[in-house]
């Protein structure tokens, strides 16, 4: 079955600094991959997402991920965060072409933004 | 402006009593899902739609109805809901071809049963 971990359920940084936020996949082949952002009260927003080609993606909001295939690990980096990314930020997975197989979801890592 | 709409946004109930929450898309997408998010436990699925009158379980559908009666709604049902029901519930949809599975998501209900 696949998994996701995301292993840091909390990180704080200050404003301007750079952050990576972890996810790393369990499955025998390359899945999509996702990175949403849940915004305190809102639903979750695609932020970006890895099917095949280019293994660094760009995304919305400054965002960008790499994946890694030897390492299982599609990472979610930003150089410089603003207050306004303060949020919870969940990596999901897919089987390709899976028909009605369901996003798996890792349990999500909670964003702290400080002056 | 496309978007996934859930009504209520909010609901405090008590055991037993039937409730109902609707979740509309105006995208025209074939798949449409419900997820319920508990702390610490991240988004599971509690059951998904193909299409119209196509519907199945996901990992957690016990103590759950739904129906796809048409395209663009899916309502989820709690015929008597209990306390460890309690959660904030997200529908989603997902447009058709090979990037069905980028799922676009509601706003979220969150619901209390006392």
């Known amino acids: 079955a696949q998994s996701v971990t995301q292993p840091d359920i909390h990180i704080t940084v200050s404003e301007g600094a750079s952050l990576e936020l972890r996810c790393n996949y369990s499955y025998g082949a390359t899945p999509y991959l996702f990175w949403y952002v849940q915004s305190p009260g809102q639903g979750l927003q695609l932020l970006l997402k890895y099917f095949s080609g280019d293994t660094l993606v760009q995304g919305i909001k400054g965002f960008e991920a790499e994946f890694k295939r030897s390492q299982s690990s599609f990472n979610l980096r930003k150089p410089s965060v603003h207050w306004s990314d303060a949020a919870e930020y969940f990596c999901a997975v897919v089987r390709p072409n899976s028909g009605n197989t369901p996003l798996v979801f890792g349990k999500g890592t909670r964003l702290s933004v400080i002056a | ?114």
């Open chain 2, 1 to 114: 402006e496309a978007q996934v709409t859930q009504n209520p946004r909010y609901l405090i109930t008590v055991t037993g009593k039937k409730l109902t929450v609707t979740c509309s898309q105006n995208m025209n997408h074939e798949y449409m899902s419900w997820y319920r998010q508990d702390p610490g436990l991240g988004l599971r699925q509690i059951y998904y739609s193909m299409n119209v009158e196509v519907t199945d379980k996901g990992d957690v559908p016990e103590g759950y109805k739904v129906s796809r009666k048409e395209k663009r709604n899916f309502p989820l049902i709690l015929e008597s809901p209990s306390p460890n029901q309690t959660s904030l519930y997200f529908c989603a949809s997902s447009p058709p071809g090979p990037s069905y599975n980028e799922q676009f998501f509601g706003p979220g209900t969150r619901l209390t049963v006392l």
